[in-house]
């Protein structure tokens, strides 16, 4: 029995201009380079300066994409963006990328789920291929995170950068075992309860403004192993396999001790796990696509590889997607 997948053919990234190390909030905040190394693993994280947007940098994320993967933007039909920091309350940013692009077809929109973004992106992009309404599809993680934090906020304003990811996505068929090349298998999750740990103090509706990102990040660590884990376990049930099997781990770029202590629970070697915390901070929804975009343009990411994908963010929302590269 053959059946429809979606298998990743182009990846892409982009960054701002302006590089800001730990030592360059010395001057901003009561904080240092070994404060912000020692709890979060960071040292560097990029920051959006005048004309660099959540759009702007997603299209470029996405012309990167398209060019790794050989197609103009006229052979893609769905574009799915996922971001918390859209260039307006609306339009979308994807439906704006879409023109930058020069696409007049098909049909475009944002995933909002904080830093679960791009793996809610990825599902449901997947989804639209394996219905057969969508053959190729451009999946962006783009943030402007620097944009809602607060910067007289220590414990929050060092964690965060911007950037954008993007992968082509194209259908394909396949007999329907562990073998088979694109996305295998998909776990979402989300529990509202918690969505007072992780949020902005702003909105349309509810104040009129864009607000400022708040964060209880003591209880967002409790929560983030067991969570991530879990459906994770989850993924692994559902193909029978175990970590054994995975050949790299691509993990939301949090926090490197969260990312070290998932790896552990869930007995990932560290040598699979990739890691790109320390050179962008958290980039939210953008940082998975930047992630799998630099493993496999620096080679390890391999044609066949079976590549782990997770992430937790504000909400709580969560989820992880199994893909054969």
Not at 84 to 91: V, Y
Not at 121 to 148: H, K, N, P, Q, W
Not at 199 to 208: I, L, M, R
Request: with cysteine; hydrophobic share 45%; glycine share 10%.
């Amino acid at each position: 029995m053959t059946v429809r997948r979606s298998i990743v053919i182009g990846t892409g990234s982009s960054l701002p201009a302006r590089r800001m190390s730990n030592l360059d909030f010395e001057g901003i905040v009561e904080t240092s380079d070994e404060w912000i190394r020692q709890r979060t693993g960071i040292a560097n994280r990029y920051i959006a300066g005048e004309g660099e947007t959540t759009v702007s940098l997603g299209e470029a994320a996405a012309r990167k994409a398209l060019e790794a993967a050989n197609l103009q933007p006229s052979d893609i039909d769905l574009i799915v963006l996922a971001t918390a920091t859209p260039d307006r309350t609306f339009p979308a940013s994807a439906v704006q990328v879409q023109m930058r692009l020069g696409i007049t077809h098909g049909f475009a929109f944002d995933m909002q789920a904080v830093c679960s973004g791009f793996v809610y992106a990825i599902t449901t992009a997947d989804l639209y291929i394996r219905s057969g309404m969508a053959r190729r599809a451009l999946v962006i993680g783009a943030e402007t995170f620097s944009r809602i934090v607060d910067w007289s906020d220590r414990t929050t304003c060092v964690l965060f950068g911007d950037g954008a990811g993007a992968v082509v996505l194209e259908a394909a068929e396949g007999e329907g075992g562990l073998s088979d090349r694109g996305v295998l298998v998909s776990r979402l999750r989300s529990d509202g309860a918690h969505h007072e740990k992780l949020y902005v103090d702003g909105g349309p509706s509810s104040t009129g403004t864009v607000g400022k990102l708040r964060m209880e990040g003591r209880e967002v660590f409790k929560h983030a192993v067991g969570m991530i884990t879990d459906v994770i376990e989850d993924s692994f049930e559902a193909l029978s396999i175990t970590a054994e099997d995975v050949d790299w781990f691509v993990p939301h770029q949090a926090n490197r001790r969260i990312i070290d202590a998932s790896a552990r629970k869930l007995g990932i070697a560290p040598e699979k796990v990739v890691v790109t915390v320390d050179d962008h901070g958290n980039t939210s929804a953008a940082s998975i696509p930047l992630a799998l975009d630099r493993a496999a343009r620096d080679g390890r990411l391999k044609r066949g590889d079976l590549v782990l994908l997770e992430a937790m963010g504000g909400g709580f929302t969560w989820g992880a997607v199994l893909v054969r590269w």
